[in-house]
């Protein structure tokens, strides 16, 4: 761990870095008034280089931050770093000015991340841990031919054509169906197939169905994210290879992405950074991922986040993705709780 004195240094170089885009000398360091020599300052930055926080590029003099320095500036960063009041309050009149759909916040969501940090956002739709049920419908169709028309509290619908052992009348079927959503109305799959013990042999089929349905449901990926901000991104001069940025495409495209960080992000506890070498993606070494959850811990949830080049403002990036968590997190609280 660098000491004080290297730890301001260090500071100064990633953000003069980020800022300018050039490497930094030690005549610019100097110059930021840390009370001690420019030849103190030269062994401070041999000592930052040595222990691995900084390199020295063969085409300059100055040095830049490795991805061991950016690491060490954004754990002292991650505690300080907040929006203004202002922006604050901009960001949640603007969520109170779209209608209350869970597609409108996402879409929300992704356009202000990427305004706000000047790079690509990703936002995906909140998703239950486990499905529950809220109402179900059983229509006859032909004879033996049923529609099972399930509805998940989750405001989606699922249908399933049962075929019975005798024919049954609407009232008969409706009965039924009345029944079970008394019974199971606000239950996992799990749950209801612990009840499912008693009851007639279409209560015990239906049953069967309904947990079958909802298991499955439980088992979809997240669907593919809301991204906004892609122009923003493909302008940083770190991506101004052609090749970098058909790979990079490619990626966010195929879903990719989505599926090398989610995993990590959903065991995680608050804003998550991976950087460079961090990402598992090839395409993504010369990224950086900065990532939360949002929504009901153990209920329901997505993710939104940011990518960019390794030499992204943190310092904007981060307390932005944190806030928006914040808002959706109370966004899907109120329509879900």
């Given amino acids: ?8 240094i260090l500071n100064i170089i990633v ?29 401070e930055m041999m000592a930052l280089e040595e222990e691995g926080y900084i390199m020295h590029p063969h085409t300059s003099a100055g040095r830049v931050p490795t991805e061991k320095g950016y690491r060490r500036y954004i754990e002292t960063l991650m505690g300080y770093a907040r929006l203004t009041q202002d922006e604050q309050l901009m960001i949640r009149h ?6 209350r759909v869970v597609e409108e916040w996402a879409r929300l969501a992704a356009a202000i991340l990427s305004g706000m940090v000047h790079n690509a956002a990703l936002v995906t739709l909140p998703k239950p841990v486990e499905a529950r049920l809220k109402h179900l419908e059983l229509v006859p169709l032909h004879e033996l031919f049923v529609l099972l028309v399930l509805v998940l ?4 619908l699922r249908q399933q054509v ?37 009851g007639t042999p279409l209560e015990k089929q239906v049953t069967n169905a309904i947990v079958e349905m909802m298991e499955a ?29 058909a790979a990079l495409l490619e990626v ?9 960080f989610l995993p990590r992000v959903i065991r995680g506890e608050g804003v998550q950074v991976f950087i460079g070498r961090e990402n598992k993606e090839k395409a993504m070494r010369d990224c950086s991922v900065i990532v939360t959850r949002y929504g009901i811990p153990g209920e329901v949830g997505g993710a939104l986040g940011v990518v960019g ?29």
């Fill in 1 to 8: 761990m660098p000491t004080p004195r290297r730890e301001k």
């Fill in 15 to 43: 953000e003069e870095y980020i800022s300018k885009g050039v490497p930094v000398g030690s005549e610019h360091v100097a110059r930021k008034g840390l009370g001690v020599s420019s030849a103190t300052i030269r062994n």
């Fill in 94 to 99: 603007q969520f109170h000015q779209v209608e």
């Fill in 153 to 156: 509290k989750e405001a989606k």
């Fill in 162 to 198: 049962l075929t019975l052992q005798e024919p049954l009348s609407q009232e008969e079927l409706s009965a039924s169906a009345r029944k079970l959503t008394a019974d199971y109305a606000g239950l996992t799959a799990s749950q209801i197939s612990a009840r499912n013990k008693k």
């Fill in 217 to 245: 449901e439980g088992q979809e990926e997240y669907e593919e994210p809301y991204v906004d901000g892609l122009r923003h991104m493909l302008r940083q001069p770190e991506f101004a290879s052609s090749e970098k940025i």
């Fill in 252 to 260: 966010i495209e195929q879903k990719s992405l989505l599926k090398s």
């Fill in 309 to 337: 080049p390794i030499r992204m403002e943190y310092d904007r990036a981060i307390p932005t993705v944190r806030f928006l968590s914040k808002v959706m997190s109370e966004l899907v609280g109120d329509l879900y709780g």
